[in-house]
């Protein structure tokens, strides 16, 4: 079965440098969520999309800005990169609020 | 907003073990999901339980929402079923946010 895909998986990056991550949800799927989870930590939610338009809002730095495309993909963009910023960033899809699948993660390292 | 508590915070069990997760939850919900982090970081869904009770293999879940808790019982329990089990609520509107519980970790052993 189709999974959601995310690239990169691995991503290095220097202070005030950005980054674009990108996420590709399970097709038919209506809804990506965007998630940060620092070393040790829950996930955080940091935003929301359902049919291209952004749906709930968490706590996303104004450094950081994400859209969904009309293929149903997103892209979630960093800038100013900052040491905190290291961490996993996941994506997850699903179809009217249902059951979630999570992608693999990308791990950016900020240096 | 919904606060989402997990109990116990640590788990160590030998092979073979059964176990028994909490997850209370501070307000009614209509979205609850089970996931399994595993030691490679990767978050699988184990269960999308807002009510009842489903079974899957070695692992079930009861959600009783109107007492604002879910339990996840794992038997036999295996090396792979280790790592952090999370368990995360929400609405059930297209793109609401589900709130992350601090998480259970299990360590088994051989």
């Known amino acids: 079965a189709a999974g959601v895909i995310q690239s990169p998986r691995h991503l290095i990056k220097e202070k005030r440098e950005t980054a674009t991550l990108k996420c590709y949800p399970i097709?038919?799927?209506?809804?990506v969520y965007w998630y940060q989870q620092g070393p040790g930590q829950d996930p955080q939610f940091l935003i929301s999309?359902?049919?291209?338009?952004?749906?709930d809002k968490g706590s996303i730095p104004d450094r950081f800005s994400a859209q969904q495309f009309s293929d149903y993909h997103s892209e979630l963009n960093m800038s100013s990169l900052e040491l905190g910023d290291s961490a996993l960033y996941f994506c997850a899809s699903s179809s009217l609020g249902g059951r979630w699948t999570f992608g693999s993660g990308t791990r950016l390292t900020v240096v | 907003g919904i606060q989402v508590e997990q109990s116990p915070p640590d788990l160590i069990l030998q092979e073979g073990a059964n176990s028994t997760l909490r997850c209370n939850f501070s307000d009614s919900v209509n979205n609850l999901q089970w996931f399994h982090q595993n030691p490679w970081g990767q978050l699988i869904n184990l269960f999308y339980?807002?009510?009842g009770t489903k079974q899957n293999g070695r692992l079930s879940a009861t959600t009783v929402a109107t007492e604002r808790y879910s339990l996840l019982y794992i038997s036999s329990s295996q090396t792979t079923d280790s790592g952090v089990y999370f368990c995360?609520?929400?609405?059930?509107?297209?793109?609401?946010?589900?709130?992350f519980g601090k998480g259970t970790t299990l360590s088994v052993s051989s």
């Open positions: 999309f359902y049919e291209k338009m952004q749906s």
């Open positions: 339980i807002p009510s």
């Open positions: 995360a609520v929400g609405g059930n509107q297209a793109g609401t946010a589900l709130i």
């Open positions: 097709p038919r799927h209506d809804t």
